[in-house]
């Protein structure tokens, strides 16, 4: 939903924006096509490798007197608002986040993000440092390690899954993306030769890990909370979510400016909100999801920050 996603900004030529989740640099490629002079696009990624990665058109988006500036951050997202200070922008007509692990994570057997490649346990988006998906498959206790299967892959057997995986890291140290795939299969078996159910409750143990390794909904929490006090009147905020956590986090605070979607009123009834939303659930075309399956669990929301005074939306 690259297009839909742009569109949404109402991007201004000389407006400065930032693009949370460069990832392979092609938000950001659009965005920068919209500028001219006066405007400024910030980029965040904590992967290096995003950048190493990015068009060569993101890489020369400074050239020419005319050029928009383009900057670079490498730096988790939680981190906008710091950065934003260190760099002197207190406000921005746009902020941008694509959640969805991108292409180059899943897709490099080394990341270990995937169960289709065998690979080190790792999955953390900044390899510079923290723990890695085996430090927790192998370290938490069986109680914290179901919560967090609970929690971040909703798998209602979260339990029992737990207590076979601990039993089998207690045979040997589970290590790499296959060892834990046997763990969670009961017996060792070719990628090829699983079956949907199984499919489903790996890619759902996977998502667990790769949250808690990477704390995304606590970043999630903080980026929006920054975004907030970074727009500018009338400055939008058009985020992509691809799973039912960080989509609720999102839907609660774009239409009540909390994470918890608390409704607050004024003396007369009336709803208080910094919001005014723009794209409630936009999701991707049947055409778009043939030419990419990746695109089925996408959601594009989009709200356009109130001005001072003007969050009053009515009983």
Same mark, same amino acid.
């Given at each position: 939903?690259?297009?839909?996603?742009?569109?949404?900004?109402?991007?201004?030529?000389?407006?400065?924006?930032?693009?949370?989740?460069?990832?392979?640099?092609?938000?950001?490629?659009?965005?920068?096509?919209?500028?001219? @002079?006066?405007?400024?696009?910030?980029?965040?990624?904590?992967?290096?490798? /995003?950048?190493?990665?990015?068009?060569?058109?993101?890489?020369q988006a400074q050239d020419g007197a005319d050029a928009p500036v383009f900057t670079f951050v490498h730096s988790d997202f939680r981190y906008l608002s710091q950065w934003m200070d260190f760099y002197g922008v207190d406000k921005?007509?746009?902020?941008?986040?694509?959640?969805?692990?991108?292409?180059?994570?899943?897709?490099?057997?080394?990341?270990?993000?995937?169960?289709?490649?065998?690979?080190?346990?790792?999955?953390?988006?900044?390899?510079?440092?923290? $723990?890695?998906?085996?430090?927790?498959?192998?370290?938490?206790?069986? %109680?914290?390690? /179901?919560?967090?299967?609970?929690?971040?892959?909703?798998?209602?057997?979260?339990?029992?899954? /737990?207590?076979?995986?601990?039993?089998?890291? %207690?045979?040997?140290?589970?290590?790499?993306?296959?060892?834990?795939? %046997?763990?969670?299969?009961?017996? @060792?078996?070719?990628?090829? *030769?699983? *079956?949907?159910?199984? $499919?489903? %409750?790996?890619?759902?143990?996977?998502?667990?890990?790769?949250?808690?390794?990477?704390?995304?909904?606590?970043?999630?929490?903080?980026?929006?909370?920054?975004?907030?006090?970074?727009? /500018?009147?009338?400055?939008?905020?058009?985020?992509?979510?691809?799973?039912?956590?960080?989509?609720?986090?999102?839907?609660?605070?774009?239409?009540?400016?909390?994470?918890?979607?608390?409704?607050? @009123?004024?003396?007369?009834? *009336?709803?208080?909100?910094?919001?005014?939303?723009?794209?409630?659930?936009?999701?991707?075309?049947?055409?778009?999801?043939?030419? *990419?399956?990746?695109?089925?669990?996408?959601?594009?929301?989009?709200?356009?920050?109130?001005?001072a005074g003007t969050g009053i939306t009515g009983k």
């Amino acid at each position: 939903m690259l297009r839909e996603t742009i569109e949404s900004l109402n991007i201004r030529p000389d407006g400065t924006y930032v693009d949370v989740t460069f990832g392979g640099g092609g938000h950001s490629g659009a965005v920068l096509s919209r500028l001219g @002079k006066g405007g400024r696009l910030f980029a965040f990624d904590r992967d290096i490798d /995003a950048y190493a990665n990015a068009p060569e058109v993101i890489r020369q988006a400074q050239d020419g007197a005319d050029a928009p500036v383009f900057t670079f951050v490498h730096s988790d997202f939680r981190y906008l608002s710091q950065w934003m200070d260190f760099y002197g922008v207190d406000k921005a007509d746009g902020v941008l986040a694509d959640l969805g692990v991108s292409f180059h994570h899943f897709d490099t057997a080394e990341r270990g993000f995937s169960f289709r490649f065998e690979g080190p346990l790792d999955m953390r988006m900044n390899r510079n440092g923290g $723990k890695t998906a085996a430090d927790i498959v192998n370290t938490y206790a069986e %109680e914290d390690f /179901a919560r967090v299967l609970y929690m971040y892959g909703e798998l209602k057997q979260s339990r029992p899954l /737990a207590k076979r995986i601990v039993r089998k890291r %207690e045979q040997s140290p589970i290590l790499t993306t296959e060892e834990l795939v %046997e763990a969670v299969v009961g017996k @060792k078996v070719a990628i090829e *030769n699983l *079956n949907t159910l199984q $499919k489903k %409750e790996l890619t759902l143990v996977f998502q667990a890990l790769r949250i808690e390794v990477n704390d995304e909904l606590g970043a999630l929490r903080d980026m929006l909370e920054a975004a907030l006090q970074l727009l /500018a009147p009338s400055g939008r905020l058009a985020v992509l979510t691809y799973h039912s956590l960080e989509d609720r986090l999102v839907k609660n605070f774009m239409r009540s400016g909390n994470m918890e979607g608390k409704i607050e @009123k004024d003396f007369y009834g *009336n709803i208080r909100t910094p919001f005014h939303l723009i794209e409630k659930g936009l999701t991707a075309s049947e055409e778009e999801v043939a030419n *990419n399956p990746r695109a089925r669990s996408a959601k594009l929301r989009v709200a356009e920050k109130l001005g001072a005074g003007t969050g009053i939306t009515g009983k």
